[in-house]
């Protein structure tokens, strides 16, 4: 099974179990049944669980000879209240209930691994359990109780006991008992046989059906988190030599080279990026006497530059030779912000996490988790290495206890993850604070409104909120995986408490998808406003006369002035280079996603009411509806 064919189960597919595996189920449930009628002492099975391994069952039930007999008289054998009685007894979870797609998920995991045939389930009760997922039945499982070893002993009992008729479950979102549940979709209660309680709730499958719709979500978090720093970028007209190819080549960490190549093709077609300085005007707040013609009338914003003197060239001069002597809205300088130039590094660094936490994932949705594992087939030469030869054969060499429900593989991989999601918010964070920052936005408006009249904050208050899901995520990033709390009486006095690890980071996804919407939302508003005033400029010199581009230019000497010939001239050129320039845009992904952002949220023109706006900018990025895994939909 992959992740994405549990995602999609999750989701509501249904599944069909192979005859062909379920002969090696069969052939394991029927192995233990000969070795329990034959006397042989088995763990879970003929003993109690956890730290009452020592008590093997009787052959009555001595609770029978009490004073006043036993009024609560169990059905069937001590064997079978066994199984019944660790099911029951150990749905103790708390909390508001999983979602049904994290409760699917755990049912088709669990389905996949006893499917392997070394668990001693029945294919009756297999079946049965796989028809919780066809049917539609939900059991109700609170989110916390489970501390990662052995296993996910309390949730994984929850979804059990809906198998016997006990507990809660969900059918077409209705809350009801267990019983009803199953009568409504038309199955019965099931009665547990040798080890199939112990097989039912032993195993990682909370923390793993968690770990995988997290990271099922995080793969589209990362390519939103690339999509927002190119629109940025594009916002800035930033810098895209620390994309290049044979700059990663020199430190080719995987995360890091597909970043910059995601990032490069999400601005490939931009005339924004890498555009020389001189051309770029900044903002300058509108005025009445800003524009003269009809078309430009209509315009938010005035824009404007300085010139630099020839006193003020000194020592400059080879720039001065290359760029043209205006200052407007780009600073002077060969290389972005950090927030801009090292987004490779660190959207790489948390790519990289993912994958690392995908690889461990990928091998344990297909692994065995539960205890203790059965080898029928362990006379078969193919189990005899590390044997003694000629030694005879024992119980313990085909039923044979481990470790395979501890999760700590899972909880240090997730406890990865976990520290990076964090990082991937503050550097989404900073752009978005670098774009409102009038002190570092290169030359766009304060807040990125015009503010006429000053009565307006823009975009102030987005970065706030940024800002307080940044603390928010950095302070649940803590991982739980250092911290084990011995459990059954020091029987189990290690664990992993990777249930919690999964689920936080799960929780952790809706805060990040939050930070990148505010930053796509932020910079969706920086962006028009650097395509239009770059147009502005660039249909004021096509339309001809140096004079009306002159005017948008400070420190220009006077008629008769010194320096007044070489400000002409100089002008006259920068007009030239405007005119020679075609449309200026972002590249082309980026634009496709301006535009089906713009579809839900208008442009804003001055202060209105922005929570209709963060709501929508938010759904879009939960939908995914921007990208698909790094491809714009």
Not at 5 to 21: H, K, N, P, S
Not at 86 to 97: D, E, F, M, Q, S
Not at 466 to 471: E, G, I, K, Q, S
Not at 488 to 508: I, K
């Amino acid at each position: 099974m992959t992740r994405a064919d549990l995602v999609a189960i999750a989701r509501g597919r249904c599944v069909v179990l192979d005859e062909v595996q379920l002969t090696r189920v069969r052939r394991a449930a029927e192995f233990l049944a000969d070795k329990v009628h034959c006397g042989e002492p088995v763990y879970g099975v003929t003993t109690g669980f956890g730290s009452n391994a020592d008590k093997l069952l009787g052959a009555h039930r001595l609770r029978d000879e009490l004073p006043g007999g036993n009024p609560e008289r169990q059905k069937g054998t001590l064997l079978e209240e066994l199984q019944h009685n660790l099911i029951v007894t150990h749905a103790v979870c708390v909390g508001k209930p999983l979602a049904v797609e994290v409760v699917r998920a755990m049912l088709a995991i669990r389905v996949n691994t006893l499917m392997r045939g070394h668990s001693g389930i029945r294919v009756d009760t297999l079946q049965a359990l796989a028809e919780l997922l066809n049917r539609g039945v939900v059991p109700v499982v609170p989110q916390k109780g489970s501390v990662g070893a052995s296993g996910d002993l309390a949730p994984l009992s929850h979804l059990a006991i809906v198998l016997l008729g006990g507990g809660e479950a969900f059918v077409d979102g209705e809350r009801m008992p267990g019983a009803q549940a199953l009568a409504r979709v038309g199955l019965v209660p099931q009665r547990l046989s040798f080890k199939e309680g112990l097989a039912l709730n032993n195993g990682t499958a909370q923390m793993l059906a968690t770990a995988v719709l997290a990271l099922d979500r995080i793969e589209t978090l990362l390519a939103t988190a690339d999509l927002a720093a190119a629109m940025t970028l594009d916002a800035f007209a930033g810098r895209s030599g620390a994309l290049r190819p044979e700059v990663h080549a020199l430190r080719p960490h995987p995360g890091q080279v597909e970043t910059a190549r995601r990032l490069r093709t999400l601005i490939e077609g931009s005339t924004l990026v890498d555009i020389p300085y001189h051309l770029v005007p900044r903002f300058r707040t509108w005025a009445a006497d800003a524009w003269r013609e009809p078309e430009d009338q209509a315009r938010r914003f005035d824009i404007a530059w300085d010139w630099v003197p020839s006193s003020q060239r000194h020592g400059r001069e080879a720039f001065y030779t290359r760029f043209m002597p205006f200052r407007g809205g780009k600073k002077h300088q060969p290389q972005d912000a950090y927030c801009l130039r090292c987004m490779p590094q660190v959207h790489g660094a948390v790519r990289d996490a993912w994958m690392q936490a995908s690889r461990i994932i990928d091998i344990e949705l297909n692994a065995v988790t539960d205890n203790p594992l059965i080898f029928p087939d362990a006379d078969d030469p193919v189990f005899a290495e590390g044997k003694a030869a000629g030694r005879p054969q024992h119980i313990e060499d085909q039923v044979v206890s481990a470790g395979h429900f501890h999760g700590m593989p899972l909880a240090l991989a997730m406890s990865y993850v976990k520290a990076a999601l964090p990082v991937l918010a503050s550097i989404s964070e900073r752009r978005l604070a670098k774009l409102v920052d009038p002190a570092t936005n290169d030359g766009l408006p304060a807040f990125l409104i015009g503010n006429e009249d000053a009565t307006d904050s823009g975009f102030m208050i987005v970065q706030y909120t940024a800002a307080a899901l940044v603390n928010d995520l950095a302070t649940r990033a803590h991982p739980a995986s250092v911290y084990s709390v011995p459990t059954s009486a020091n029987a189990e006095d290690h664990v992993s408490m990777g249930t919690n690890e999964a689920r936080h980071v799960l929780e952790m996804t809706e805060d990040l998808g939050h930070v990148l919407a505010l930053e796509l939302y932020t910079a969706a508003q920086a962006l028009e406003y650097r395509q239009d005033m770059l147009n502005a400029a660039r249909g004021l010199a096509q339309r001809g006369g140096w004079e009306a581009l002159a005017a948008k230019v400070a420190n220009a000497p006077r008629e008769g002035e010194a320096g007044r010939a070489m400000f002409e001239a100089e002008v006259k050129a920068l007009r030239d280079a405007l005119a020679a320039s075609s449309d200026f845009h972002a590249g082309t992904q980026v634009r496709a996603a301006l535009a089906k952002i713009r579809e839900r949220i208008d442009f804003m023109q001055r202060d209105r009411a922005m929570d209709g706006d963060v709501s929508r900018i938010c759904e879009l990025v939960a939908e995914g509806g921007l990208v698909d895994r790094g491809r714009l939909v």
